[in-house]
């Protein structure tokens, strides 16, 4: 089946994202911030996490009255190189930009900054925050707790995010060193753009409860929700193919991602409360 496929330049797709985070109460500097991350993921390919999440994540969660479009950015905690944030549940872009701002201010002065980051939302790619302090010369690191979505190794149920740990470093070329990637072998945006293509994904992605592979994309993703499918973590199913190894790094950034700050983890992401949606929560280390 021939494929019908629209083209729209980088200009006018930011233009429009602008618009729509604008109309919905984000201030417009704010606005211009996130639609710069998403415009960002899609210049870099990652048709999963570019203009395709401005509906279903911010539009939809904004509209609900379970996001806030006016981003209040507290500093609840600063030593000299370390710094807790409080996002109280605003834009998570603008959260994390400000957060990764105020670590290369510290590394600059001392030679290494973290901040730690609570009470966030979806901040799109991760690696657009660790880009960031290349071009301060600097690395960057930077990682995030989400959802539940992966099965532990020798597990079936849904527990871990799909939780990226990035990294950005500068080089002697025109390009850095970039890593930018999930700890499971693939996240809910790639299946939603199978799914919007209607295919099939390829098996040893993602496992129902009895740990038998899923291909079926659409109702997969219903199937995340209530956790009757599961992603299965970096390395493959079980131990063989170093599916340990996925499950191991996934904790370490769910540990970062919550027990620096007092933020929320595992079943506390699930963004569901008596089974209506409600605020999901990602509590972002930088």
Known sequence: MQENIVWIDFETIERFMIDVFKGLGVPEEDAKICAD???????????SHGINRLKPIYYNRIKAGIQEPVTNFEIVRE?????????????GMVISKKSME??????????????????????????????????EGMIGITGTNARPSIAPTFGVEN??????????????????????????????????VYAREDKEIPEGWV??????????????????KT????????????????????????????????????????????????????????DTFL
Do not use: W
Not at 180 to 190: I, W, Y
């Open 102 to 135: 105020i670590a290369i201010k510290k590394a600059k002065k001392f030679g290494m900054g973290m901040v730690a980051v609570r009470n966030s939302t979806h901040y799109g790619i991760a690696g657009y925050y660790a880009l960031i302090a290349v071009e």
């Open 159 to 192: 527990m871990l995010g799909t939780n990226p740990l990035t990294f950005a470093m500068p080089t002697d070329e025109e390009f850095p060193f970039f890593m930018d990637c999930a700890t499971s072998v693939t996240q809910r945006g790639k299946i939603e």
């Open 79 to 91: 030593g000299p190189t370390t710094a807790v944030v409080d996002g109280h549940n605003g834009m």
């Open 207 to 224: 496992i129902d409860h009895t740990g038998k592979a899923r291909t079926d994309s659409k109702q997969i993703l219903i199937d995340l």
């Open 227 to 282: 956790g009757d499918a599961a992603l299965v973590p970096l390395g493959g199913i079980g131990e063989e193919t170093g599916g340990h190894k996925g499950y191991g790094y996934a904790t370490v950034v769910e540990i970062l991602s919550a027990a620096l700050q007092g933020g929320n983890f595992l079943k506390m992401l699930s963004g569901f409360k008596d089974r209506k949606e409600s605020l999901l929560i990602l």
């Open 37 to 47: 991350v998403l415009v960002a993921a899609d210049k870099r390919g990652i048709d």
